[in-house]
């Protein structure tokens, strides 16, 4: 089995995204991309622009060889979407569908935002997107609907995804965020070898208190029964979530890791430190607005 992560925080822009090659397979899940459009009241940096275009850029080779591919649930940064802005992975530029199958998150606890998007993207690629949940093919299955995030807060419900091959088993749990003890449960029952998850959202902690020390809890239950744990995504909004993850990674013997560090590259967090890149690389006024019509490149800005 071949893991191959395309996107995440750790590598300067908001994804998920990855690659699970087996002998028979060459699965993509969640391929999407994003960035905040504020944070610290100032929109993304141009070093975010470019993280995430080439992110965008690795999503689309892969997804030109995929014989499967995954939508674990329809935020804009696991999904292709209808240009909704410029940082986003466009749903036209995927390749033909033809001899790819999908397997997509159902239309059960998802919010009316998302039930658009999920009738956008069958629109687009011509035909009716299964239900997968409860499902399994061959080296793959998926889970029911489990919480994205905390359980009682409605945020809504999103499926993981189980690889197997051999004695290897790759589960991409999504957007659990650690946040729900059953939902950790229900990954610890899947047998995994090795866990890609989103972390908690500690720079939302005002609004999900329980982000830091119940989380840390299911982390440590998590990481004590598997060979490796990739966590990034949410909690690598923020350099307080990189301090709380080498603290995960110091008390277990397992290896605990981010994504970049997982692919073997230096983490760029972009997204928690973009107050400081706009004070070391100012952005001349009007960048956005010429970007967002093509009338500016990032070279000016690198």
Known sequence: MQIEILGCESFGARSLACTVKTGKKNILIDPGVALARLRYGLPPHPLEVAAALKIRKKILHAAGGATDIVISHYHGDHMPMKAEDPYQLPVEALPSPEGIRFWCKGPEKISGLSARRRKELFHFLGFSLP???????????????????????????????????????????????????????????????????????????????????????????????????????????????????????????????????????????????????????????????????????????L
């Open 131 to 301: 239900s997968a949940e409860g499902s399994s093919f061959d080296c793959i299955s998926f889970s029911k609907p489990v919480p994205h995030g905390t359980r009682a807060k409605g945020f809504g419900t999103v499926m993981m995804t189980r690889v197997c091959e051999g004695d290897e088993v790759f589960v991409h749990s999504s957007d659990i965020q650690l946040l729900d003890r059953e939902a950790v449960l229900e990954v610890l029952a899947l047998k995994p070898t090795v866990v890609f998850s989103s972390g908690p959202p500690l720079y939302l902690f005002h609004h999900v208190p329980e982000a830091s020390e119940e989380a840390f809890e299911n982390a440590l239950l998590l990481a004590r029964n598997v060979e490796t744990l990739i966590l990034d995504h949410h909690l690598l909004r923020s350099l307080e979530g990189y301090r709380w993850l080498k603290k995960l990674a110091g008390k277990v013997e397992s290896t605990v890791l981010c994504a970049a560090a997982f692919m073997g590259r230096e983490p760029e967090l972009l997204e928690a430190r973009r107050k400081i890149l706009y004070e070391k690389m100012p952005v001349p006024g009007g960048w956005y607005e010429a970007y967002a019509k093509g009338d500016t490149g990032l070279e000016e800005n």
